[in-house]
């Protein structure tokens, strides 16, 4: 049987946001205008630039507001989307505010978590959100939705697809049909991945999809590829790897954008990404947190760039 994968892809990168939401560094404006410039230029087409939470619990987006509106001032192309992660209303108010075109929200899967954090069950949460979606559909934004631990979590082990299926349903019931199915938790893994995929695609042929992989357990790339046997076409990645659920004990960071990009080199489909590029934005991230990151790319490079030779006088071919 033939290996088949889609041709085409998009990469949202989520490193200014999902990534650096985790660190103690904090960038400034200015950092990430030029990293935002420089994901432009590389050929990002979906870019997520931070959130719009409350500064004291999370510090590290408190600038947001800010760095959208120095990218007024930039040049960007139509067919680039900038998003942002928001809570609620309140998050929309902020967006319009400052410029923004495009919101997410967020809802976790785990029945148990929602519960004991909300006193709701995730599809109630979703049906909270109805507000922010008017807000920002009259503000004239795009508006899409994520569920974080899709795929199982610590409180709950794996969550059933049918529990998914009620919080799509829920999204759908307040407008929004893009959803993001995310990993948060690091506890997919490929197979399981592929049969969810399957199941969205023929329960909800009509919504678009995004993936977000965390590479807790080094399955990120696997179930990346397994959703493109899937047919879905839309994953996040995080520039040299760096962040991680901060709420799930030994979560590491999210998948490396520049290994999904040379993956995707390798295998021969596009993602409209220059890799070079994308790799020195992420050289340049480990300058500005001041560590080394969880990205294989960094550490040993791209496989067409080894051109090893062997030694002077050792033979290279040795037959009988």
Not at 40 to 68: C, L, R, W
Not at 106 to 129: C, D, I, K, Q, Y
Not at 222 to 250: E, H, K, L, R
Not at 273 to 287: H, N, P, T, Y
Request: contains cysteine.
């Amino acid at each position: 049987m033939a290996f088949e994968l889609v041709k085409d892809i998009r990469i949202c990168e989520v490193g200014l946001r999902d990534g650096l939401q985790n660190e103690k560094t904090i960038l400034t404006v200015d950092q990430k205008v030029e990293l935002l410039k420089g994901m432009i230029d590389a050929g990002f087409k979906v870019i997520e630039v931070g959130s719009f939470m409350h500064p004291k619990k999370v510090p590290q987006m408190a600038n947001t507001d800010e760095v959208y509106k120095a990218m007024a001032e930039v040049e960007v192309p139509d067919d680039v989307e900038l998003r942002a992660l928001i809570p609620n209303k309140r998050g929309v108010d902020r967006a319009v505010a400052c410029g923004c075109k495009k919101v997410k929200l967020n809802v976790s899967a785990s029945m148990g978590h929602n519960l004991a954090n909300l006193n709701r069950t995730p599809a109630e949460s979703v049906a909270g959100f109805a507000e922010a979606v008017d807000a920002a559909k009259s503000n004239g934004l795009d508006i899409s939705g994520s569920i974080s631990m899709a795929f199982g979590s610590p409180w709950d082990d794996e969550i059933p697809v049918d529990e998914v299926k009620k919080i799509v349903e829920a999204y759908m019931a307040v407008g929004i049909t893009e959803i993001s199915l995310s990993d948060a938790s690091g506890m997919a893994f490929p197979s399981q991945v592929y049969n969810i995929c399957q199941e969205m695609k023929k329960s909800y042929p009509d919504n678009k999809w995004w993936l977000h992989f965390h590479n807790t357990r080094g399955l990120g790339i696997s179930n990346i590829i397994a959703g493109m046997q899937a047919g879905f076409t839309q994953f996040d990645a995080s520039f040299a790897g760096v962040g991680g659920c901060p709420f799930v004990p030994g979560a590491a960071g999210n998948v490396s954008t520049e290994d999904v990009l040379h993956v995707c080199d390798e295998m021969g489909v596009n993602t409209g990404v220059d890799i070079d590029k994308a790799i020195a934005i992420s050289k340049r991230v480990v300058e500005m947190i001041g560590h080394t990151a969880d990205s294989y790319i960094l550490r040993a490079g791209k496989s067409k760039d080894l051109k090893l030779e062997l030694p002077k006088g050792q033979i290279k071919n040795q037959t009988k």
